[in-house]
């Protein structure tokens, strides 16, 4: 054995071959003995020895070097031709799980091109709902809340005008946060308390998803400058946190305020359609994301989206009211059913 290996080292130094293989048999295993080219430096392994410059170790194999050689011959021609087939196509992103969407349509067998939302998620919203229904407050707390929105209003009055796309566009940053807070507590208050919610979990994050979508679709219309980017960040902080607080202390009060911000929110909306119909605002076509998210017709307009949102914001309305009523009855959210089924 030690007569092969010294025999292996002196081929490897006289024929400059940084490396060479032969094949020995030990203890029913089939191990090839390799020399790599290596500075002289040692490089320390454990099983390896400097031959001035080369260093000798044994390496396990379960195959032939050949077999080895084949099967990474292969290898490189399967992937260079899947590197060949995905040339020119669109890469998407490996999943180690092997988790892929499957193909979505739409009706008219088109693919469908969002991934924000799909097509089972989509409506028609409700355009008879009732726009002027009002809360009259009746105690300290209605009272409160209904100040609360009205003061709310002054600094957005001011800075916006009647700039209503950016009002529009501020709003919705603010709408979509309640229906988020609420839907979280109600959720943890359901663990922690091994209650079921009452449909309400899904109800208020339908109704923050819902708002959100009305931001998606504003942000196609209005383009953000970048100070009411940062305005939308500071009242977002400001907003969520203090909501949060107030819905852990009183719920009722937190949804009250809630349905009059929405009842504002009709306000505005209301007054953003004035514009359109007297021409201060372009009625441009609708965007796309509306068009497929509220079953719109192709050739609808910015008319017919603000419409739709009006009608949302109507039902927000509804339900934080009734939300609030149940908790002023000194009721909880679960033993009233959750209007769901409008989203």
């Not at 099983?47 to 077999?67: L, Q, T, Y």
């Not at 208050?189 to 979990?201: C, D, P, T, V």
């Not at 953003?272 to 021409?279: P, V």
């Not at 949302?312 to 609030?324: K, L, M, P, Q």
């Amino acid at each position: 054995m030690n007569r092969f290996v010294v025999r292996s080292v002196m081929r490897g130094l006289i024929n400059g071959r940084s490396y060479c293989s032969s094949s020995s048999i030990g203890n029913g295993q089939v191990y090839r003995s390799a020399i790599v080219g290596r500075s002289l430096e040692l490089s320390g392994q454990r099983n390896g020895v400097a031959f001035g410059g080369f260093e000798w170790r044994r390496m396990m194999s379960s195959s032939p070097a050949s077999v080895e050689k084949a099967t990474s011959e292969k290898e490189d021609k399967t992937e260079n031709s899947v590197m060949e087939e995905t040339k020119g196509k669109e890469v998407m992103a490996a999943s180690y799980w092997g988790i892929s969407r499957s193909k979505i349509t739409r009706e008219d067998g088109t693919d469908w091109p969002w991934n924000c939302f799909m097509p089972w998620e989509t409506y028609k919203a409700d355009l008879s709902i009732d726009l002027n229904k009002h809360h009259k407050p009746k105690n300290f707390t209605d009272k409160f809340a209904y100040r609360t929105v009205k003061l709310l209003r002054v600094p957005t009055d001011i800075f916006f005008q009647r700039r209503y796309g950016c009002r529009a566009m501020m709003l919705e940053t603010v709408a979509a946060v309640p229906g988020m807070v609420g839907g979280m507590l109600l959720h943890l208050k359901s663990l922690r308390k091994f209650q079921q919610s009452g449909g309400w979990i899904k109800a208020l994050l339908e109704e923050a998803e819902n708002e959100r979508m009305h931001l998606m679709t504003m942000v196609e219309l209005v383009k953000p400058k970048w100070y009411e980017r940062l305005l939308v960040l500071t009242v977002q902080g400001v907003f969520f946190n203090a909501f949060f607080v107030l819905y852990m202390l009183s719920p009722k009060l937190a949804h009250r305020i809630v349905g009059y911000l929405e009842e504002e929110a009709i306000h505005s909306y209301t007054e953003y359609l004035k514009d359109i119909d007297s021409g201060a605002i372009e009625n441009v076509p609708a965007p796309a994301i509306a068009i497929d998210y509220w079953r719109l017709p192709k050739d609808a307009t910015l008319k017919d989206v603000i419409t739709v949102i009006r009608a949302d914001e109507a039902h927000h309305r509804d339900v934080n009211h009734f939300a609030s009523d149940i908790h002023f009855q000194g009721k909880e959210l679960r033993e009233a059913p959750a209007p769901l089924g409008y989203h």
